[in-house]
């Protein structure tokens, strides 16, 4: 059956530091990949897709960017966080090219930034 | 006008009640649509998809209505354990975007 990881699930980081969170597919290959973030009180904010290796689409102009450098593997990266970067980020996937089947959700990372 | 709205709630029921949420979306195009349970600093979870013709699971039907652009659903004899919010989701064919609503949340008494 297939499973998504994602990590690490709590994180406190400084404002201007660096970030890397990471989300692995198992049991699947080709996925569609997806970041999202939930601001406290919000809904859930499409950050960005990808539907294979080297492949990303970007839906939001910030200072996050994101890099698939395997198939099932899902990368979110800053390089200086800001405040307004605190949220409950999650990864997501699905195996159609159309927007037929629901996704599956990683359990999440709630970064605080202080 | 948001592309996806929900009523936020709170919906407070007793236990065994019948309860139903409804969502709006503004784009006619939208083809694929959903409903997800959250629970409080959790992921969320596929609750069931809904189809054109409304599809029931167990305790939970879901309808749609193209003409005005909404879905709905429904939850029967309400447990404890239904409490959670539920995200009304939707997309449009050819995209991979879902676009979420921000919730209706649910409060199940004892």
């Known amino acids: 059956s297939q499973t998504i990881h994602q990590w690490p699930a709590t994180l406190v980081q400084p404002v201007g530091s660096p970030l890397s969170l990471e989300c692995t597919v198992e049991g699947t290959s080709n996925p569609n990949l997806y970041w999202y973030r939930q601001a406290a009180g919000r809904g859930l904010q499409l950050l960005f897709y990808?539907?294979?290796?080297?492949?990303i689409s970007s839906e939001v102009p910030q200072n996050l960017s994101a890099s698939r450098p395997q198939d099932r593997q899902f990368i979110l990266s800053s390089k200086k966080l800001l405040l307004s970067d605190s949220g409950f980020y999650l990864c997501?996937?699905?195996?159609?090219?159309?927007?037929?089947?629901?996704?599956?959700f990683g359990s999440g990372t709630r970064l605080t930034i202080v | 006008r948001k592309e996806v709205e929900q009523d936020p709630g709170p919906f407070n029921v007793p236990e065994g009640a019948t309860v139903a949420f409804n969502c709006t979306y503004s784009?006619?195009?939208?083809?694929?649509f959903f409903w997800y349970r959250q629970d409080c600093r959790k992921e969320p979870k596929l609750l069931m998809s809904v189809y054109s013709s409304g599809n029931e699971d167990g305790r939970f039907t879901a309808q749609l209505n193209r003409a005005s652009q909404y879905i709905s659903l429904l939850i029967r004899d309400s447990k404890l354990s239904d409490s959670a919010t539920y995200l009304c989701?939707?997309?449009?064919?050819?995209?991979?975007?879902?676009?979420f609503g921000t919730g209706t949340r649910l409060k199940v008494l004892a």
């Open positions: 784009n006619s195009a939208s083809q694929s």
């Open positions: 989701v939707v997309a449009a064919s050819g995209t991979y975007k879902y676009i």
């Open positions: 990808s539907v294979g290796i080297g492949q």
């Open positions: 997501a996937w699905n195996l159609h090219r159309e927007a037929w089947d629901g996704y599956t």
